[in-house]
């Protein structure tokens, strides 16, 4: 017979309270703010928090991975095209090859492995959190984000209004995929212009994100399918080598840009 120790509803109450309140007070004040916790988000999280980087992953939703958890069509199957299969390797993935340079795994396997990857590497992660708006510095400089509980976003305006809070960063990656709900904000404001991405070219979109990741305005890196929209360029579909490439591209863009600073 299994003896459990004897700790009750208070003690696991201020075990969930004290160890959070921990954390979100240490990262009120970031390194480096990545906003969306998908594939691409995931790998640029992973990237800075091996270098040492202080690292806070925000995420909308109660899950991570985006549309790396459920795949295509709502098949749990993610395709990747060489060469980013090398990545699934790193992240010891199974994978069979499908066609000639393209590989098939299993996404909640894929996506659970990078989760994982990235927590272990130093990551942390908030959930359930989503982006109200922007913090901007000295000559328009991003200089962090503010952020609001997702279930604040569903209450009735008449019902009640609950004030957001601010979070400060040296810099801040956009990694929420087509939304690009951080250079939105920047467009929202008349300081930058957003295309929007465009129809679906999947060979040629691939290779123009991982070319286009970087920084898009001073403080912000766009990685994943926020490039796409941040310079208009075609979508690419349901396979996520690029999304790998990118969010790996945009922690070694961030983290040069730190020892710039």
Same mark, same amino acid.
């Given at each position: 017979?299994? %003896?459990?120790?004897?700790?009750?509803?208070?003690?696991?109450?201020?075990?969930?309270?004290?160890?959070?309140?921990?954390?979100?007070?240490?990262?009120?004040?970031?390194?480096?703010?990545?906003?969306?916790?998908?594939?691409?988000?995931?790998?640029?999280?992973?990237?800075?928090?091996?270098?040492?980087?202080?690292?806070?992953?925000?995420?909308?939703?109660?899950? $991570?991975?985006?549309?790396?958890?459920?795949?295509?069509?709502?098949?749990?199957?993610?395709?990747?095209?060489?060469?980013?299969?090398?990545?699934?390797?790193?992240?010891?993935?199974?994978?069979?090859?499908?066609?000639?340079?393209?590989?098939?795994?299993?996404?909640?396997?894929?996506?659970?492995?990078?989760?994982?990857?990235?927590?272990?590497?130093?990551?942390?992660?908030?959930?359930?959190?989503?982006?109200?708006?922007?913090?901007?510095?000295?000559?328009?400089?991003?200089?962090?984000?503010?952020?609001?509980?997702?279930?604040?976003?569903?209450?009735?305006?008449? $019902?009640?209004?609950?004030?957001?809070?601010?979070?400060?960063?040296?810099?801040?990656?956009? %990694?929420?995929?087509?939304?690009?709900?951080?250079?939105?904000?920047?467009?929202?404001?008349?300081?930058?212009?957003?295309?929007?991405?465009? %129809?679906?070219?999947?060979?040629?979109?691939?290779?123009?994100?991982?070319?286009?990741?970087?920084?898009?305005?001073?403080?912000?890196?766009?990685?994943?399918?926020?490039?796409?929209?941040?310079?208009?360029?075609?979508?690419?579909?349901?396979?996520?080598?690029?999304?790998?490439?990118?969010?790996?591209?945009?922690?070694?863009?961030?983290?040069?840009?730190?020892?710039?600073?």
């Amino acid at each position: 017979m299994v %003896a459990f120790e004897p700790a009750g509803e208070k003690e696991i109450t201020r075990a969930i309270v004290g160890e959070f309140m921990k954390d979100f007070q240490k990262y009120a004040e970031s390194d480096v703010i990545v906003v969306g916790g998908g594939p691409s988000g995931l790998m640029a999280a992973k990237g800075l928090a091996e270098r040492g980087v202080n690292t806070l992953v925000v995420e909308r939703n109660n899950y $991570l991975g985006g549309g790396f958890w459920i795949g295509g069509f709502l098949l749990n199957k993610v395709t990747i095209r060489a060469p980013a299969q090398k990545i699934l390797d790193e992240l010891r993935v199974p994978y069979i090859e499908s066609s000639k340079g393209l590989y098939v795994a299993d996404g909640p396997h894929a996506c659970s492995r990078l989760i994982a990857a990235a927590c272990d590497a130093g990551a942390k992660i908030l959930n359930m959190a989503l982006i109200d708006d922007i913090v901007l510095r000295e000559k328009n400089r991003v200089g962090g984000v503010v952020i609001n509980w997702t279930p604040v976003s569903t209450l009735p305006r008449e $019902l009640t209004c609950v004030d957001p809070v601010g979070l400060e960063s040296k810099l801040v990656i956009d %990694a929420t995929g087509h939304d690009a709900a951080v250079v939105r904000l920047l467009e929202r404001r008349g300081l930058i212009r957003v295309p929007g991405y465009g %129809a679906m070219w999947v060979e040629r979109s691939e290779d123009l994100v991982v070319e286009h990741t970087g920084e898009v305005y001073p403080g912000l890196i766009v990685a994943g399918m926020a490039v796409t929209t941040a310079y208009g360029l075609p979508r690419m579909g349901p396979t996520f080598g690029s999304m790998l490439i990118s969010g790996r591209r945009a922690a070694e863009v961030a983290y040069q840009k730190l020892q710039e600073l």
